[in-house]
């Protein structure tokens, strides 16, 4: 063997004879099963490719893969491993020269067979499959750097050897499995992975766990896309998160279990990607997922997986909302590896993908099934908003902090969350107010505010609290009154529970401390003073339970807030009020009400003053103070909106009246049906004002009634010219004006305003609204 590499250094241009006649002694030893010879050719071979490096290699490197090829086709397992060492030791060469007419496809077909070996012996079908693997590794470092080999990447080569692979990784549960070497391999390949190739390299992947039906469970699929994430390249991994929402909605008809397969893999790939790194389509991501969440309930409502209702696509509604569980969970998920400036764009992108109560009743499914939109908000809003963490579905809140509140909660975004305020869903109205909870909570107070109770000295908690900013100040200028408002008809809903209660506590609280300048402190007390009256008068007929919680939850925010504002009378005012009730009515606190044995009396009647909150007391301690307490003489009365109306999903005769409404107001019946109408609740020391000064109220409603009916006909039977003609008779009074009010030509005659309406193609409309 010495004599003969010397012979071939100091003659390169003999390597390719020397190939040649080595190739034809191998081959007829294999034919006459001459064992020893062939190892022995092997060998010089081996010895030969590793010695020479020189231009004419070659031609000797094409003998040489003859004679490997011819090993691997041999039927003995021996031959099949001696022909995959030594070609692995050819891998690990590096030539100097280039090769344009070399092809692997033999080998890569062959390896892959070779992986998926059932020979009989298991130890021989273990060393045989471990060979293909080791083969299959060594044409990857032989190709996937080589520009003028054939491309690896290729479907056809990617589509044998990552099923390959993967067949291999499923075997870690058996004695000297060849798992962890597949795993290597899996991720050297991963890991040499361009830009260009991700693509073709996962398509396999998911086609395997498709076939192999590995989806449904999870523990595989999770695994295999585990070492995905971590082997590729980091500014690569967002193709990875489009390629399994991709194959998600490829699925969209698939049973749930595997479409939630799916799901939990890619919220484990969340998890593991690096933050921002979901790509330039962010809000793609969760289009998909939402349109999944939509998809998911439309099946349960159906109950099929398409319209034929064939009973091998009926759907199993408990596996639907597990799914279900699974997208919030990995919207979560998404959401939470966002940077903030995105999680707000993320925030008002779903809340724009979901229904309104009331206001978006075209949306397909909640019309098609005949729904209210109720089933699509239990489901949809607001567990799938990217913040919050309720119930563990949604993990954003808990690492997002914001220091303007303006840019964490828009009016596009507040606006119809706080409509879900006015659900008779109660589950709903719960979400929403942690999520508000959630948002204003800057400086991790809430767990401190977990229960409604006394507190005797506040100092104990150890609250953060900081000075309130201007944008706070703004915040609060804009949207305190609408906060109030919920809060206020949150607490007059009969389904309301000890949760909702403990909800509203600690938004009450945080509001207080997060965002609270004097003028808010003072609203805030006001707020309480209103929920005393409404659970005193009960104008609402609210069970005893809700009545008693309400008290109990005012009492403890007032003892709260009079901590905060350090006014001693007002302290010890609250503190009186609670002593009395310790002694006199316990079920007013909420050590009585918020247990799991409360003890309520069957009725509240006859309230002594001296438990009872005192709105001139307060005032006047507060007025001592300095607080500029003009508001709180001025009693709290939420006033009702279209907003209610919509969100309890109410007729279309409601929705008109906001039009009605802006077209009578400024008419005499008006103003004086204005003053008289009273909205529940109403409180009781505001009540005899208004009584003594209109004892007609009734009277007037019955013609204010009537004469709404009039004006819905009119608009409903009226061309358009005399519509057009009695709006532009109050474009004097009006905020705004029409186009045809703009086109009238009216005069005066004696007196009288008359009208006439210029023929429509008379019309000089503006540029931008002709087409």
Known sequence: MEKLTFYALSAPEKLDRIGAYLSERLSRDVARHRYGYVCIAMEALDQLLMACHCQSINLFVESFLKMVRKLLEADKPNLQILGTNSFVKFANIEEDTPSYHRSYDFFVSRFSEMCHSGYEDPDIRTKIRIAGIRGLQGVVRKTVNDELQANIWDPQHMDKIVPSLLFNLQEEGEKDSPAELTERCFRELLGRAGYGNIKNALTPVLMHLDNHSLWEGKTFACRCFKIIMYSIQSQHSHLVIQQLLGHLDANSKSPATVRAGIVEVLSEAAVIEASGSIGP????????????????VDYELTGFYDSCGCASS??????ERQLQEAVIKTI?????????YQCSEVMLFIMGKIPIPGMNPTLGTAKLYGMSGTHYSRVIVPRSLPFSSVHGFLQVTTGFRTTNM??????????????YTMTED?????????ILVSLIDRH?????????????DISILKLK???????????????????????FFSCKEENSTQPHFEALYALLALLSMELANEEVVVDLIRLALALQDLALTNEETLPTYN????????????????????????????NEVIETRQKETPFLLPENVFTEESRIPNSLENLEEGVLFLQSKITEVLRGSGYNTERLDIPYIPESTDEDRLSKRKSIGDTVSLQLEMESRNSPEKQEVRKTKIRKPFPLRALVHVTNNHMNSVGMEELERERRKQVVEKFQKAPFEEIAAHCGARVGFLPCTNIATRHKVSHRSHGQLQSRSVPVYEMKFPDLCVY
Not at 314 to 319: A, L, P
Not at 406 to 419: G, K
Not at 548 to 562: F, M, W
């Open 281 to 296: 389509t962010v809000l793609e991501v969760f289009n998909t997922l939402l349109r999944q969440l939509r998809l998911s």
């Open 314 to 319: 009926k759907v199993q509604e408990h596996e």
């Open 332 to 340: 979560g998920s998404f959401a939470s590896r966002l940077p903030a």
């Open 406 to 419: 303006l840019t964490a909660l828009p009016s596009s975004f507040l606006d119809p969350l706080l409509t």
């Open 426 to 434: 109660a589950e709903i109205r719960l979400l929403v107010l942690e």
């Open 444 to 456: 991790d107070n809430r767990p401190k505010f977990s229960t409604v109770s006394i507190i005797s």
């Open 465 to 487: 609290l900081d000075k309130c900013s201007r944008q706070d100040n703004l915040f609060m200028n804009k949207h305190s009154q609408r906060l109030y408002r919920h809060i």
């Open 547 to 574: 009545r008693c919680a309400v008290h109990a939850l005012s009492a403890a925010y007032l003892n709260l807030i009079s901590q905060l504002t350090t006014v001693p009378t007002f302290c010890q005012h609250v």
